[in-house]
């Protein structure tokens, strides 16, 4: 929670555009990683992380860069997708599944293992163009259907499907002390 809770205030202070947000979640998640690991033949890749770039992996259909990319011998041999949602969901929920969708099979046909991690508040500020915020977005069922029907799928049927155990759905409450950075009408709406 605290690495969350700092990528998403560093997303209210940097904005939607930068990378600064993703470097704090990818670089905590790839650190644990390396530690876990812990052999000097495997070596972890990402923004935020040792030498801070991502790797890219050749996938079946086009290659791919990867959010973390686990390496063996310097021979890429895992990838993790890692997607957390902070503004506007609604309107873009198909095109973060489809993604999804097509990452894994492009790397999994290419048999490279390939994991997902979708972190996403369960009330999501929506901003409007001037970064007004217009309504918070709550997560609902309905929202959340098409990933439980995915997690159904068997993995060696699917090549759309993540690898167990690797595929993860993380909901979370957001914290007010985050929102406090949001403007005081906004933070109103927003709780």
Do not use: W
Not at 48 to 64: A, L, Q, S, T, W
Not at 152 to 169: C, E, G, I, Q, S
Request: glycine fraction near 6%; charge should be positive; aromatic fraction near 10%.
């Amino acid at each position: 929670m605290t690495v969350l809770k700092k990528s998403f205030i560093t997303y209210l202070q940097t904005g939607a555009r930068s990378n600064k947000k993703l470097e704090v979640l990818h670089g905590a998640i790839s650190q644990d990683l390396n530690e876990r690991l812990n052999d000097k033949k495997y070596s972890v890749h990402s923004l935020g992380f040792g030498k801070g770039k991502e790797h890219k992996i050749n996938g079946r259909y086009v290659d791919k860069t990867v959010d973390i990319t686990i390496e063996e011998n310097k021979k890429p041999i895992a990838g993790i997708a890692v997607k957390y949602v902070m503004s506007n969901y609604k309107q873009n929920s198909n095109n973060y599944f489809e993604n999804m969708l097509g990452e894994t099979a492009n790397m999994r046909s290419a048999q490279i293992p390939y994991f997902q991690i979708f972190v996403i508040p369960d009330s999501i500020p929506y901003f409007q163009k001037g970064g007004e915020i217009s309504k918070p977005e709550k997560i609902n069922e309905h929202n959340l259907k098409k990933y439980i029907v995915l997690s159904k799928d068997n993995v060696a049927d699917f090549y759309t499907r993540p690898l167990k155990p690797l595929f993860l759905l993380y909901i979370f409450k957001i914290m007010t002390k985050v929102t406090s950075l949001l403007t005081e009408k906004n933070m109103r709406n927003f709780i």
